[in-house]
């Protein structure tokens, strides 16, 4: 299947990946049984998805393309949520979308302070040393009055929607009856206002967000910067001598990383509207490194399934939510000790096959027993 | 910052200092060990400790510690000591064998060993802190409730020993500080020269130098692997043991942060150094509980964590430098 | 005489107590082939390594196409045109033929990630140049049909093909190849020392480490001989063959154990 989709003309791609990611925008409308949440706002819970398919992107670029272990990446998180915070409710009234940039480059800006010196350290260090940095930020958020203590910051600014509350249209849901299939006429998203009542607007926005450093995330790893992380990854001292800067792709891998958990912080922070530091624990750090290790770290489309089973399953099947941890930790020693790379591990048989096509149109029959070999 | 506090109180800080830092060295030997013959950060021992602080809490609660004074108390005692060194040497000798063993065969990746360790450091502490759930499960309730309920809640055995204070020129010791120092500073002289003279001790010393050599010369790797983890288990169940006599309570998720910051304490002293372990334990008590004096005792943590990062940035190789392997400390 | 590509100065390297290089000096002249022999534990890699800048001499220089090059970082001396290849092989073995040596051609390219992210000019003319360049390095080692074949899943032989097209592709002065043909078998050596005198005639300087004598003596111009971490000889093949420090350096050894 995946050979016949490489196969298609241009054109049909795009059109396949569009449809694809409005299907993905019109999920929480269709509420399709099996997959929506009893019980759970679904739009809620597509919004907490795309917020930990973000997150695992940005920290599969840390762990799974430059190969360090991350192990405070809720520090970044943590970071773009309490700018936010700070600047839109509780120091001052900025509008949120001044307020976000502003948060994603105080995480990134923090990334390079701790990863500067960090990342010279052999990297099994860096693993308790970032951790030590997660506990460091939320303890500090903890202990400090000026950015609200154990309470928490209140009233954090929402997005600004289109055309006021009414907005500028309203998309009636599906309702899934025994066998039929209606337009919930009582069951209506406004296009564009972010309420409290209503989440889809927010999964929209995660969901935006997610496709675009999604397509960053391609752009960039093919090209001399994703080839250095690699290559770094693969064997540090081999990459030098071949004339990589190392460290200098590692700070940028560590500071693209940061870039991406501040932003998803802030959107949290702002789809929340209260955070407290409860909402940064170790734990998460630890979810977040088990969705891009589940997923297949270096792969992005294996990274997004394991954030989506991360953040998915436990909301699905609530009475699983005190085991998730358990269930993590056994899935993480499960497949570090059977499948340590992972459910998805990233794939090249695609393009393999692409160029010895290519190839051989090229030579054409002058290597005869090899194009049999396809 | 309340300096007038510090210099008031300095000797009383510094022997509680010097007794917490007795137990994270303790601790330390597990990460110091393992680090030395795997060069893997054993993050799940942590959890060895934690499983050491119930299986101390359970003994003394079921041999009737609370009515207990006397002798008996003391009997009791002994026992809970051997109950948490016997159940931490278990736990950690189980984690080596799932955990750890597939991956050393395969010669993995250190971060997959790393990862692999982070996921059953989770297990261990969920399986704990779900307990009541389980034991549900077992239909284990009615006989086991007293040990088992509220799972994610202190579990104390507060009150059952008295503790008393010595009053030496004008300073007032707490009898079970100076316990836990002396104890645990005798367990790390004891281990240091069995590592040091045994032949078991000289195997865990040459396989830290050179396995494939040290194979060669008849050590066999995956027992002196076992020997490092039940060693590093051991110590791991004495100072679940002090711990508890001094805290007396303990909860599933203990093991963090003292695991983290028995982890600074290896790195402070050197890695791979048993002496190192000590030194550093000892520093770190202090300068915490210094710290926490000055700065306020809700900066406790954030000391240990800043410490660990100045001290991997400033000297990665710790104070004694790095060395299970070789003769000189 | 040619001009120098590489100077190595009085050189010394002292591990502890002890001494790894003592006192080596040679040079490597424009379009040469040199060959580093010598005995086990001579040397010969440390003495490559301090010339790439993975150890920093105790003493001595090192000095290329003029200025000295100690002290720089491993990547800067790579982008200032000594590349290398290693003796147990270091490919990326996860990345494909074609990236490993994508790796090599980016040591002379900028493209950071703004550029990157955006596709802008820069990004688009180096990835070009690095495609080209690469696929014409892979054809000169006649490897270009594996291009998309993981590093990990080619044959030893070819193995060794890619780590030279990687070093090439980094567009050194100088090229150094730390026994190259290790794991060889002579059809595959005779055919190695006609493509290491194809990469010289393409331009690259390169100096040569290896075990085998008759490949040295067969493609050098001239070799430098290392004992104990001491020169004990320099000079043509022929002047080397007849040496009698070399001979008895060599007495006893096993001259075809490349291991």
Not at chain 2, 83 to 94: G, K, P
Not at chain 2, 312 to 317: A, F, Q
Not at chain 3, 14 to 42: C, M, S, W
Not at chain 3, 135 to 160: H, P, V
């Amino acid at each position: 299947m995946k050979n016949r989709f490489t196969a298609m003309p241009k054109p049909v791609k795009i059109l396949i990946w569009v449809l694809l990611a409005l299907f993905a925008y019109a999920l929480p409308l269709l509420e399709p049984p099996i997959i929506s949440t009893p019980g759970v706002d679904f739009g809620g819970v597509l919004f907490t998805v795309s917020i930990y398919c973000l997150v695992a992107l940005g920290l599969n670029i840390v762990v799974g393309y430059a190969g360090l272990l991350d192990l405070g990446y809720v520090g970044f998180y943590a970071i773009g949520a309490y700018t936010v915070a700070i600047l839109t409710s509780f120091h001052a009234s900025w509008p949120l979308l001044l307020a976000i940039p502003v948060g994603v480059v105080a995480a990134m800006v923090s990334g390079i302070i701790l990863g500067a010196p960090t990342l010279r350290v052999r990297g099994d260090y860096l693993a308790i040393v970032t951790l030590g940095f997660g506990e460091i930020i939320r303890l500090v958020a903890v202990n400090t009055e000026w950015l609200g203590d154990t309470r928490g910051i209140k009233n954090i600014a929402k997005p600004p929607g289109i055309g006021g509350e009414e907005g500028w249209f309203q998309i009636p849901h599906l309702f899934w009856g025994d066998g039929t299939v209606l337009l919930d006429s009582d069951d209506k998203t406004t296009f564009l206002f972010f309420g409290v009542l209503d989440q889809i607007p927010y999964y929209w926005m995660g969901l935006t967000a997610v496709i675009v450093v999604l397509i960053a995330d391609i752009l960039i790893k093919n090209s001399r910067v994703g080839r250095a992380w690699e290559a770094t990854r693969e064997d540090e001292d081999a990459a030098e001598l071949m004339g990589v800067p190392t460290f200098k792709f590692k700070l940028l891998a560590f500071a693209t990383g940061a870039f991406i958990g501040g932003l998803a912080g802030g959107l949290y922070a702002s789809r929340q509207g209260f955070i407290n530091p409860q909402s940064f624990l170790l734990l998460f750090s630890i979810l977040y490194l088990a969705a891009v290790v589940v997923g297949g770290q270096g792969n992005r489309w294996g990274v997004l399934v394991g954030a989506f089973l991360v953040a998915y399953l436990p909301q699905r099947f609530r009475d699983f939510d005190d085991f998730r941890v358990l269930a993590f930790g056994v899935a993480l020693v499960l497949l570090a000790t059977l499948r340590p790379e992972g459910l998805f591990p990233p794939r090249r048989t695609v393009r393999a096959k692409h160029l010895e096509q290519e190839l051989e149109e090229l030579e054409e029959g002058a290597g005869g027993e090899e194009s049999a070999r396809v | 910052m309340n300096f007038e506090f510090f210099f008031n109180n300095l000797p009383e800080l510094t022997i509680t200092g010097l007794a917490f830092g007795a137990i994270y060295a303790l601790i330390a030997l597990g990460y110091t060990m393992v680090y030395g013959v795997l060069q893997l950060i054993n993050f799940a021992h942590s959890e060895v400790f934690m499983y050491g602080t119930f299986a101390m809490l359970w003994t003394v609660m079921a041999l009737g510690g609370r009515e207990a004074d006397g002798i008996k108390l003391i009997a009791i005692m002994i026992a809970a000591l051997f109950a948490a060194m016997l159940v931490s040497a278990l736990i950690a000798l189980v984690l080596e064998r799932v955990a750890y063993r597939p991956l050393i065969k395969r010669d993995a990746p250190r971060l997959i060993a790393l990862i692999s360790a982070i996921g059953a450091s989770f297990v261990l502490a969920e399986l704990m802190g779900l307990r009541d759930r389980i034991a549900g499960w077992l239909r284990l309730d009615d006989d086991l409730s007293e040990y088992v309920s509220g799972a994610r809640i202190n579990n104390s055995m507060a009150g059952v020993i008295e503790k008393p204070r010595w009053d030496v020129a004008g300073v007032s010791i707490s009898s079970i500080d100076v316990l836990v120092i002396v104890a645990a500073v005798g367990m790390m002289v004891l281990l240091d020269q069995f590592v040091r003279r045994s032949r078991l001790g000289k195997g865990i010393r040459a396989t830290a130098q050179d396995p494939e050599t040290a194979a060669l010369m008849g050590v066999n790797p995956t027992r002196t692997i076992q020997l490092t983890f039940l060693i590093g288990g051991l110590m791991a169940g004495i100072a679940a043991f002090l711990y508890m006599l001094k805290i007396e309570t303990t909860r599933y998720d203990v093991g963090f942060l003292l695991g983290v910051k028995a982890f600074t304490a290896a790195v402070l002293g050197g890695i791979g150094n048993l002496r190192g372990a000590l030194l550093g334990g000892l520093v770190l008590g202090v300068a915490e509980n210094w710290g926490s004096a000055i700065f306020g005792t809700e900066w406790r943590d954030v000391i240990a964590f800043v410490l660990l990062v100045l001290i991997l940035l400033v000297r990665p190789t710790g104070l004694l430098g790095e060395s299970l392997g070789k003769a000189r400390a | 005489m040619s001009e120098a590509v590489l100077e190595v100065q009085n050189l010394t390297l002292k591990f502890g107590g002890l001494t790894a290089l003592d006192d080596v000096t040679f040079r490597i002249d424009e379009g040469e082939i040199l060959g580093l022999i010598g005995p086990n534990g001579a040397g010969k890699t440390t003495c490559f390594n301090a010339v790439t800048g993975v150890y920093r001499p105790t003493s001595g220089g090192i000095v290329f196409q003029g200025s000295s090059i100690v002290g720089l970082k491993k990547h800067k001396i790579t982008q200032q045109g000594i590349a290398r290849t290693f003796q147990n092989i270091r490919l990326f073995p996860t990345m494909t033929a074609l990236e490993n040596v994508l790796v090599g051609a980016d040591a002379q390219h900028a493209t950071g990630m703004i550029s990157a992210l955006f596709r802008l000019p820069k990004h688009r003319r180096e990835e070009q140049d690095g495609h080209d360049r690469a696929m014409d390095l892979l054809r000169f080692m006649g490897i270009d049909r594996k291009a998309d074949e993981l590093a990990a899943n080619l044959s030893y032989g070819d193995q060794r093909r890619l780590e030279i097209a990687r070093a090439m592709a980094t567009n050194p002065k100088l090229i150094c190849l730390d026994e190259p043909a290790a794991g060889f078998n002579p059809a595959e050596k005779v055919e190695l020392m006609n493509l290491i005198r194809r990469v010289r005639d393409r331009g690259f300087t390169v100096l040569l480490i290896e075990h085998d004598m008759k490949l040295v003596m067969g493609v050098t111009d001239r070799i430098v001989v290392l004992e104990f971490g001491r020169k004990i000889a320099e000079g043509s093949p022929s002047e080397i063959r007849d040496n009698p420090a070399v001979i008895a350096a060599y007495l006893g050894v096993d001259e075809e154990d490349a291991s």
